[in-house]
């Protein structure tokens, strides 16, 4: 492996892993302030911890899905249900979206086909656009901080997931180099969000783009075929 490489899987590995970090970090603060209230909500404090914990092995199968990658080993491409992916993102970014004030609505499609993908890669695709989109939405007055996650079927070999947000869009300078490794128009941004999306969705033989809306805002499309050309099945 070229030493670039390395670089771009151990930066990545930092980018993946702060989300959950700070997600564990928010809700063990959350069961803290549980424990100390009067009379104290046992149930409350234990669907913490439980979330801790699910927040915890995401962190781990995150770790593991890059060493298998170190090692060059297959990726673990499974039947995914895209329906259930989406509403577990939901889940995930939970206390994200009460803290900025945004919603999220997802427009599931009962006849989407499951995809042959790898879940775990595919949630970080997921979690950093739709994490995109409400830090977005942070620019515009509270009561218009929206985020639609739209699915479909697309023709009868592909499936797309569209990812709008109600923010301030792109401006045609950013537009040539949203992908691009480093770059970022964040204070606290690493700029490597959408260049891993592009390079795990890339690996499923799928695309990324990103457009404005009429309205205002962006929304990010994610395409990927059902079944990906040359991908091994395990
Ligand atoms: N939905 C969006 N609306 C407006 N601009 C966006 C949107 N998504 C991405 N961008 C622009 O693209 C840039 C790159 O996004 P990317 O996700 O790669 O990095 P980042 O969000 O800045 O940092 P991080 O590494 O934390 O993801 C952003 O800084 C922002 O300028
Ligand atoms: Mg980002």
Do not use: W, Y
């Not at 959350?30 to 669907?47: E, I, N, Q």
């Not at 509403?87 to 427009?107: C, F, P, S």
């Not at 300078?173 to 795990?200: M, N, V, W, Y």
């Amino acid at each position: 492996m070229r030493v670039s490489q390395m670089g771009e899987l151990s930066g990545g590995l930092a980018h993946e892993l702060s989300q959950p970090l700070t997600a564990i970090l928010a809700r063990a603060e959350v069961a803290r302030l549980l424990l100390d209230s009067k009379p104290c909500d046992l149930k409350a404090v234990a669907a913490t911890l439980d979330n801790i914990i699910s927040e915890d092995q995401r962190a781990s199968d995150i770790i593991k899905r890059m060493r298998s990658l170190l090692k060059n080993k297959e990726t673990g491409i499974e039947l995914v249900d895209i329906n259930e992916l989406c509403q577990g993102i939901r889940t995930l970014l939970h206390m994200e979206l009460i803290n900025r004030g945004a919603t999220l609505k997802i427009e599931a499609a009962p006849d989407l086909p499951n995809v042959f993908a790898d879940s775990v890669q595919l949630q970080q695709v997921l979690i950093n656009l739709v994490m995109n989109a409400i830090e977005a939405a942070q620019s515009v007055e509270a009561s218009r901080r929206h985020v639609v996650m739209r699915l479909r079927k697309l023709g009868a070999d592909n499936i797309e997931i569209a990812v709008q947000d109600s923010g301030p869009g792109i401006s045609p300078d950013e537009q040539a180099h949203l992908l691009e490794p480093f770059f970022t128009t964040k204070e606290r941004g690493l700029g490597l969000g959408l260049s891993i999306c592009a390079t795990i969705l890339r690996r499923h033989g799928g695309t990324l783009s990103i457009e404005n809306n009429e309205g205002g805002g962006a929304t990010a499309f994610l395409r990927l075929p059902i079944r990906p050309v040359g991908v091994h099945v395990s």
